[in-house]
């Protein structure tokens, strides 16, 4: 048992960290993921000139969650698109330095989280939370 504990702890922790593979688009900027059940969250600081999509998958036990911003933008644009567990769109924005709104209801289960930058500079900080 207590083998386990640590087990999770462990992946509980990694989860929390940045990524350390060179072919990510946000490595050079410490991005911090937070990716557990019922709660995403994604930072990165100083990003400059990045244009790709990121590609999340998130567990979400709910039909609906609430989506908080706290980006800065200098140029370019960041956005966000979560799909349900049905593959349906529930929310759609750009990411805004001050915003907390819900996303549609959805089926629970695996959502997913698309991040889209387009030649994006600033500081990239949201979070998703089963409502």
Known sequence: MKKAAMLLA???????CGSDNPTDPLAGFEPQVSNVVDNFG?????????????????ENSGTQASVDHSTTTLVGAASVVIRDADGATVYDST??????????????????????????????????QKK
């Open 42 to 58: 994604l930072q990165a600081t100083d990003v400059t000139g990045v244009t790709t999509v990121l590609q999340y998958t998130w």
């Open 95 to 128: 990411l805004q330095p001050s915003l907390n709104e819900d996303t549609a209801s959805g089926s629970s289960g695996s959502w997913s989280i698309s991040v889209v930058f387009s030649d994006y500079s600033g500081t990239v900080n949201f979070r998703v």
């Open 10 to 16: 462990g992946l509980v922790l990694l989860a929390g």
